[in-house]
């Protein structure tokens, strides 16, 4: 089973400054065959199911603001908020999909 | 528009069962892959399981936590999803979320139903 860990649990970000949360799979999920990572982001708000933002580590969902952003490869990844918002504070997941799927810890973001 | 409305959840004694639903509409349900999600009160979100579409195998995947116990089926003539959870655990209390996949993303989701299993 892959698993995924994300740094840091919780963070608290000024409005208007950048807001990174790392990613780390215990294996490469990387498929060779398309040369995609496996890899997306959700965001969650209380009380609510969790939304997509970024698949194929790096792709927007349709309507998703342009100040979120992915990046990384292999087994290492970042979800990028470049200018935080209040409608941002929210719990963010990354989630594989190379090998079934599974989810990591959850990393909740504040405002300052 | 997608809409994922599943029901079915409620208070269960441990070792009981329990049936989920999720109603689909608004997309071609036979053609899609569909997940369950669940999220323990105050916790993380859990991949439950997986089904195929009967055009890819219909094959099924289980997280290890309820492989044996809990069965995922679908009916394309209703356009529904279900989740059998059978010898159910205290652990296994969450709200439980279907959702459709897009090349193994979650692109919709359900309000989810909530299982609570207690004596």
């Known amino acids: 089973d892959i698993v995924m860990t994300q740094s840091p649990d919780s963070l608290a970000v000024s409005l208007g400054e950048r807001a990174t949360i790392n990613c780390r799979s215990s294996?490469?999920?990387?498929?060779?065959?398309?040369?995609?990572?496996?890899l997306a982001w959700y965001q969650q708000k209380p009380g609510q199911p969790p939304k997509l933002l970024i698949y194929?580590?790096?792709t927007r969902e349709s309507g998703v603001p342009d100040r979120f952003s992915g990046s990384g490869s292999g087994t290492d990844f970042t979800l990028t908020i470049s200018s935080l918002q209040a409608e941002d504070v929210a719990v963010y997941y990354c989630q594989q999909y190379y090998s079934a799927l599974s989810f990591g810890q959850g990393t909740k973001v504040e405002i300052k | 528009e997608v809409q994922l409305v599943e029901s079915g959840g409620g208070l269960v004694k441990p070792g009981g069962s329990l049936r989920l639903s999720c109603a689909a509409s608004g997309f071609t349900f036979s053609a899609a892959w569909m997940s369950w999600v669940r999220q323990a009160p105050g916790t993380g979100l859990e991949w439950v399981a997986r089904?195929?579409?009967?055009?890819?195998?219909?094959?099924?995947d289980y997280a290890a936590p309820v492989k044996g116990r809990f069965t995922i089926s679908r009916d394309d003539s209703k356009t529904t999803l279900y989740l059998q959870m059978n010898s159910l655990k205290t652990e296994d209390t969450a709200v439980y979320y279907c959702a459709t996949e897009f090349h193994g993303s979650l692109n919709y989701w359900g309000q989810g139903a909530l299982v609570t299993v207690s004596s």
């Open positions: 194929w580590a790096s």
């Open positions: 294996q490469s999920v990387l498929y060779s065959s398309n040369n995609k990572n496996s």
């Open positions: 089904i195929k579409s009967k055009t890819d195998g219909g094959t099924t």
